[in-house]
């Protein structure tokens, strides 16, 4: 159990720094996120829910998502009480373990028919070969990451979606959770 959390959250941490250091940056200032826009912390992680939910609905085969929730993170560089990023970790196991196999692909390809530019596709550089996928999505201005751990039991997906860098209305402060 302890190695499974402690996973979790290496993976959380990896997806964080990948996925705000790299795709959705601005290519001159690698420490700065594209602005999301005005937003309270509920709204915000409602929004990034909302958006899973979308990438839920586009792998089009049955199984069982993981429940977890949304959380804040800062924005690096600015003020933590006025600016947040929200991120959504979980992860995917197929109702039957073949079903996996083409859904990365599906995803490659169905993703950009819905507003998202993949920006990496292919195998990571573990043993396993585990195939990943980052996709942005500027309109949304949420980006994702996923990892198909095939050689898992059973085999899963994991996911993190990540917003841009939000700030709180006039007034009120980062609510954290």
């Not at 990540?162 to 980062?174: A, F, I, L, M, T």
């Amino acid at each position: 159990m302890k190695t499974a959390l402690g996973a979790e959250a290496l993976l959380v941490s990896i997806a964080l720094i990948t996925l705000t250091g790299c795709s959705m940056t601005d290519t001159s200032d690698s420490s700065s996120l594209p602005s999301a826009g005005t937003s309270t912390t509920e709204e915000a992680a409602r929004t990034v829910k909302k958006v899973s939910s979308e990438i839920y609905d586009l792998m089009g085969i049955k199984g069982k998502a993981s429940n977890s929730g949304a959380g804040i993170t800062e924005c690096g560089g600015k003020d933590p009480e006025k600016y947040f990023q929200v991120f959504h970790p979980w992860s995917f196991t197929p109702a039957s373990p073949e079903q996996l196999g083409d859904v990365m692909e599906r995803l490659k390809e169905d993703l950009p028919k819905h507003g998202w530019k993949v920006v990496d596709y292919g195998p990571d550089t573990s043993k396993n070969k585990n195939v990943r996928l980052t996709a942005d999505n500027e309109k949304e201005l949420h980006s994702v990451k996923i990892w198909h751990y095939a050689k898992r039991n059973p085999p899963k997906l994991s996911l993190m979606v990540v917003s841009g860098c939000y700030q709180v209305p006039e007034g009120e402060k980062v609510d954290r959770f």
